[in-house]
């Protein structure tokens, strides 16, 4: 693609259809939501350090998308939320795609004691023989024509903060969402 070519913005998932999950009934209509799904997206995120030497304490949010809605779930303490999160994460009819998973793996084995299941990390998968892993923004320029817009204040933000502002809502809902739909659309051009 043209890097001259300004692309139009990508304009994601209106908020409406977004939903952080915190309570029981919030976390059982979500669990209903997800468990009918082949394929969600999956992202995590985590609270930035910025010392040498420093552990991560996260995730702090992790996201999982529909075509349609998506679920933020904030990590808070172990409860219902991470009991719903568990039992689609390690599900093994359920599909979870994303990019760039490996940390996120680790972090949520580490704090929370999942092993996600059936996951593809798109940016290994859409690379193909290129060298090189394909992140979130340059997937969505080949496949949609757009420009995803990853702001480095956002992405650097406290994600353990509580509660997030709207910036933070969007910016995770869609970094979950887009990989859903990256790999729809990448699944569509392999037939």
Do not use: C
């Not at 009991?83 to 009819?93: G, I, N, Y």
């Not at 080949?142 to 702001?151: C, E, I, P, T, V």
């Not at 994600?159 to 910016?171: F, G, T, V």
């Not at 990256?182 to 699944?187: A, T």
């Amino acid at each position: 693609m043209n890097p001259d070519i300004i692309l139009p913005p990508y304009p994601g998932i209106s908020l409406s259809h977004v939903h952080l999950v915190q309570s029981l009934p919030d976390a059982e209509w979500a669990l209903a939501a997800l468990q009918v799904a082949d394929v969600l997206g999956f992202d995590t995120e985590s609270k930035p350090i910025f010392f040498k030497g420093q552990q991560s304490t996260g995730p702090h949010l992790i996201q999982l998308a529909t075509d349609t809605q998506v679920f933020l779930f904030p990590v808070v303490a172990a409860g219902h939320t991470t009991a719903v999160v568990k039992a689609v994460l390690e599900s093994p009819q359920i599909l979870k795609v994303g990019f760039g998973l490996s940390d996120d793996h680790k972090r949520l084995h580490a704090k929370l004691d999942i092993l996600p299941k059936h996951v593809l990390d798109l940016s290994r998968a859409l690379r193909g023989a290129e060298r090189g892993d394909v992140g979130a923004k340059s997937a969505v320029a080949q496949y949609f024509g757009m420009r995803l817009q990853k702001s480095k204040k956002v992405s650097t933000s406290n994600w353990a903060a509580s509660p997030l502002n709207e910036r933070q809502i969007k910016y995770a809902a869609d970094d979950a969402q887009v990989a859903l739909l990256v790999y729809r659309k990448w699944l569509a051009l392999q037939g």
